[in-house]
């Protein structure tokens, strides 16, 4: 079976977007798909290029081939530099300030949740400890009861 990455039409009339695709290359452009990897908006400036570049890479690497644009769409994410052996395969992809303010903000979110998880396992770590000193010191004291039981 020959395997395609290629652009999937989506959107509105006049107002396209695409979907990157792993296809049959005998299907309809907007057929049935193997896998969807990535997204590609050319209305708004800059153009809005998302590709999942470990699938990308995987599905170069089993032989699929990409078309002229989607090729194009890789040369700027730095995935085909990648896939043939470049180590310093950067991306060229330009990134809006929504998208930037977007970014920042999840990477926000995900520190104050990594804190609370953080403080959470603390809390347990600490909760465990006083719960050993109780356990230590309750064996201490049933011992020297013990202890004064075995006296009288």
Same mark, same amino acid.
């Given at each position: ?96 300030? +929504?998208?930037? !303010? =977007?970014? @920042? %903000? ?5 520190? /104050? &949740? *990594?804190? $609370? ?14 719960? +050993?000193?109780? !356990? =230590?010191? @309750? %064996? ?5 009861? /013990? &202890? *004064?039981? $075995?006296?009288?």
């Amino acid at each position: 079976m020959a395997v395609r990455i290629r652009l999937k039409r989506v959107g509105k009339i006049h107002a396209a977007q695409y979907r990157v695709v792993v296809v049959d290359s005998r299907k309809k452009r907007d057929g049935r798909v193997i896998e969807e990897v990535g997204y590609y908006d050319p209305q708004p400036d800059p153009s809005v290029i998302r590709i999942d570049s470990e699938r990308a890479q995987y599905w170069l690497g089993v032989g699929a081939q990409p078309s002229d644009q989607v090729r194009n769409l890789l040369v700027l994410t730095g995935d085909i530099a990648k896939f043939n052996g470049k180590a310093d395969a950067v991306s060229r992809v330009i990134v809006s300030e +929504a998208d930037k !303010a =977007a970014q @920042a %903000e999840q990477a926000i979110k995900d520190a /104050e &949740a *990594a804190a $609370e998880k953080s403080k959470a396992a603390a809390s347990a770590k600490k909760a465990e400890e006083e719960a +050993a000193a109780a !356990a =230590a010191a @309750a %064996e201490a004291e049933q011992a020297s009861d /013990e &202890a *004064a039981g $075995e006296d009288a």
